[in-house]
């Protein structure tokens, strides 16, 4: 992968020479944070002069060591679907510094990352059309504290599996939402045994809002996972008090064979 990248950067670092590259102002007293709407894959400073970092998937944060160099080289980020290339120059003028950048869509940025099936630009668009599904699971639901979580659909799409579920709240306060976990559980656990407990970590979560009243739908994109049958997969919710209630629902891995597709 590592040798991909270099070729990329070389192939493009030639092709920008024929255009001008866009000019990023940095201070010493400024962060500069670059936004980007897809994930970002890859940064490369050439130079030692700035440092540089991927703060979240989507977030990159850059800042220059000293005001001792003018000329600071170039930023190569690429994205799921994008490559850039930015000239960093230094500037003593704090409002002149580019303190925000914004990655905008452009057929010029266009890049086919070899690492992706799917964008989460393209994971939110599945996922609008998994939103307009009728349930096909009406069995598989759990309920506790006066909550109840359903299964609706679980749809495949190339290396990818949407799971898609809703919580409803069946009382009059307020449900905030301080975590939900997605693991993959023993199906029995006896008392003092190890509990063989594997966090899964989405790809792409579709409703990020941390609060709802009487019904709560997400689809959960993970990529493709297997386990045995003696397991499950669990999502787990958990609310932001002390005593927050939680509910719990469990997916058996014949409910995962049976998943469709759109």
Not at 1 to 8: G, L
Not at 16 to 29: C, R, V
Not at 149 to 159: F, G
Not at 218 to 238: A, G, R
């Amino acid at each position: 992968m590592k040798n991909i990248f270099i070729a990329v950067v070389m192939i493009f670092s030639f092709n920008s020479k024929a255009q001008e590259l866009e000019t990023i102002y940095l201070n010493k007293d400024v962060t500069t944070h670059i936004l980007s709407k897809v994930n970002i894959s890859k940064i490369d400073l050439s130079t030692d002069y700035v440092a540089g970092q991927i703060t979240n998937k989507k977030i990159i944060a850059i800042k220059p060591k000293s005001a001792n160099n003018i000329e600071l080289g170039i930023l190569t980020i690429i994205g799921e679907d994008y490559f850039l290339q930015y000239k960093m120059i230094y500037t003593n003028d704090l409002d002149y510094a580019t303190s925000q950048l914004k990655i905008e869509d452009t057929e010029e940025h266009y890049f086919l990352n070899p690492s992706y099936e799917m964008t989460n630009v393209d994971m939110l668009r599945y996922c609008k059309k998994i939103e307009d599904l009728d349930p096909t699971y009406h069995n598989v639901a759990a309920k506790d504290n006066k909550a109840i979580i359903s299964l609706n659909n679980i749809i495949v799409k190339n290396h990818y599996i949407f799971i898609d579920y809703t919580i409803e709240n069946k009382t009059n306060l307020i449900y905030d939402i301080n975590d939900v976990k997605y693991t993959v559980d023993d199906k029995k656990v006896v008392k003092n045994t190890n509990i063989q407990r594997l966090i899964v970590e989405p790809e792409y979560q579709f409703n990020k809002n941390k609060t709802f009243k009487k019904k709560y739908r997400n689809i959960v994109c993970f990529d493709k996972m297997t386990f045995p049958d003696n397991k499950e997969f669990i999502i787990e919710l958990s609310e932001e008090q002390i005593s927050g209630r939680t509910v719990q629902l469990s997916i058996s891995y014949m409910d995962i064979l049976n998943a469709d597709t759109l």
